[in-house]
């Protein structure tokens, strides 16, 4: 009788799974990104197909802004501003948030000023702002202030009235107080929205603060790039538009890193 046997089975390399392969990290891209943006705004200078000044132009003109110390003193002042704003907005945005999410007294009494004031430009209210307040660092502060309030103190409610019901329930079947549910529940959950609100509300500042410096001011680069539009100096301009998203981009990177650290807990894709 003959005895048939199984084939021996060859060892093979077992394939790697699919979260462990290799990713191009996204600096990569964000650098080709950058590159081929450069190289566009080159080749659109150079063919003259809008009259905007090439990048040679805008960073030679930035070689001068620094060297005479202007770009440096116009960039402080105007992250001052944006960083006292920004810093009292959410200051006060995120407890009235909170007022709004947790208490529904206070959402009833706050919530219809909330988006009342919400659907207004803090722009539109630059004229009403100066009477009110003259053109000294006040108004200019409080226009980029309601810009970011009105951004945060929606996502701090939004993040507070969002809280999924479950878990605040389980938290009181464990004899949890108010106090330590709404310390231990609604806060941590609420933190995602609240910096992400925090991330909209900065963007608004810099996006007031050029306007905000119109009132009045002697130095920042919302009065640079207007002062240079009165002489027609588009490499100047340009240089503050740069300016002022740099400095942007930097302050949001830094709010994206301290919200992964604080919902380090948060599945991410």
């Known amino acids: 009788m003959t005895v048939v046997t199984a084939p021996e089975k060859t060892p093979t390399t077992p394939e790697a799974p699919r979260g462990a392969r290799r990713t191009v990290p996204s600096l990569v891209f964000n650098l080709i990104a950058l590159v081929l943006g450069v190289t566009i705004w080159a ?3 150079a063919a003259g197909l809008a009259d905007i000044p090439g990048p040679l132009s805008v960073s030679s003109r930035a070689r001068e802004l620094l ?29 009235v948030g909170f007022l709004m999410g947790w208490y529904p007294v206070a959402r009833g009494l706050l919530e219809p000023y909330v988006q009342f004031f919400r659907t207004i430009p803090p722009l ?16 200019k502060i409080f226009v980029i202030f309601l810009a970011a309030f009105m951004s945060c103190v929606v996502a701090a409610f939004q993040g507070v009235t969002g809280v999924d019901r479950t878990l605040i329930d389980a938290a009181r079947v464990l004899g949890a ?25 900065l963007g608004a500042a810099w996006a007031t603060v050029v306007a905000a410096e119109m009132i009045g001011a002697q130095k920042g680069l919302g ?3 207007v002062h240079a539009q009165t002489y027609y100096d588009v490499p100047t301009i340009f240089v ?9 981009l930097v302050m949001d990177r830094l709010l994206l890193v301290a919200e992964r650290r604080l919902t380090a807990w948060q599945e991410r894709r």
């Open 240 to 248: 503050g538009l740069i300016s002022i998203g740099v400095i942007g």
């Open 124 to 139: 539109a209210l630059i004229p009403l702002v100066i009477v009110l307040m003259g053109i000294g660092e006040t108004p």
């Open 43 to 45: 080749l659109t200078a």
């Open 67 to 95: 060297a005479d110390g202007t770009l440096t003193q116009d960039a402080l002042a105007s992250l001052q501003r944006v960083l006292l704003g920004f810093a009292l907005g959410t200051l006060v945005a995120v407890p």
């Open 223 to 225: 009065f640079e790039m």
């Open 177 to 201: 107080s108010d106090r330590t549910v709404f310390l231990k529940v609604v806060i941590p959950a609420s933190t995602p929205f609240i910096l992400v609100g925090m991330r909209i509300g």
